[in-house]
């Protein structure tokens, strides 16, 4: 999936628990997103970065948080305010210089509540 | 306000038959558009993009793309089907304008299913 890796494959999540969604590019990247997939709604935005110590809020940001300490680095916590955190979660990455630019995706991690 | 309509959640087509998945669009500037496929728990793969110019855009697997302005559409097509072509299709959009929303704007996707 072009140099994005997403771990875990899969997840669990306990009530009242924070969990953290891991994305790592190797292909030198500027820009690096978040996106939620649940069936019949398409990708939502959650959070996006442009640049190496900035991000900014997607569409659906409330109960997420995220960091952007290395350019090769953009995890994902999901916290306790999240109150339907199950989804399909997808990070994606692009040169981030133009608005035409393709998205790189990831594999995916399924995140489901227990 | 961006959007995108993809008015069918389900396309059947029997293998070696032209194909097409359906996709309108709304911005408040040009747009930029895009097909995206998505094979089962995989990431989503790029298959074209239309940015200006020929309305007509190829792209990965044989896969080419209409851009319509005054229909506000660009529908996705293949002259033949294959059964590997069988995925989610995702059409998507970016306002080109200076002051459009800074994101890609995904639809709902279709589900492309080829029977042998």
């Known amino acids: 999936d072009g140099g994005i890796t997403q771990s875990p494959k899969y997840l669990f999540r306990k009530e009242g628990q924070n969990v953290t969604l891991s994305c790592e590019q190797n292909?030198?990247?500027?820009?690096m997103y978040w996106y939620r997939q649940d069936p019949g709604q398409g990708l939502r935005l959650i959070y996006y970065?442009?640049?190496?110590?900035?991000?900014q809020k997607g569409d659906i940001a409330e109960g997420y948080s995220v960091s952007r300490e290395k350019k090769e680095s953009f995890p994902l916590t999901v916290t306790s305010a999240q109150k339907n955190p199950t989804a399909f979660y997808l990070c994606?990455?692009?040169?981030?210089?133009?608005?035409?630019?393709?998205?790189?995706f990831g594999s995916g991690t399924q995140l489901s509540v227990l | 306000a961006q959007s995108v309509a993809q008015p069918e959640d389900q396309v059947n087509v029997a293998e070696g038959n032209p194909l097409t998945v359906k996709c309108t669009y709304s911005?408040?500037?040009?747009?930029?558009l895009f097909w995206y496929v998505q094979y089962p728990n995989r990431g989503l793969q790029f298959l074209l993009k239309y940015i200006t110019g020929d309305n007509l855009v190829k792209g990965s697997y044989g896969f080419e793309a209409e851009f319509n302005k005054s229909q506000t559409s660009f529908h996705l097509k293949k002259p033949s089907a294959l059964v590997s072509d069988s995925a989610l299709y995702f059409c998507a959009v970016r306002d080109s304008s200076p002051t459009g929303a800074n994101n890609l704007f995904f639809g709902t996707g279709t589900r492309l299913t080829v029977i042998p």
């Open positions: 292909l030198n990247h500027d820009a």
């Open positions: 911005v408040s500037g040009n747009p930029y």
């Open positions: 994606a990455s692009s040169y981030g210089r133009t608005q035409n630019e393709k998205l790189f």
């Open positions: 970065s442009q640049i190496v110590n900035d991000f």
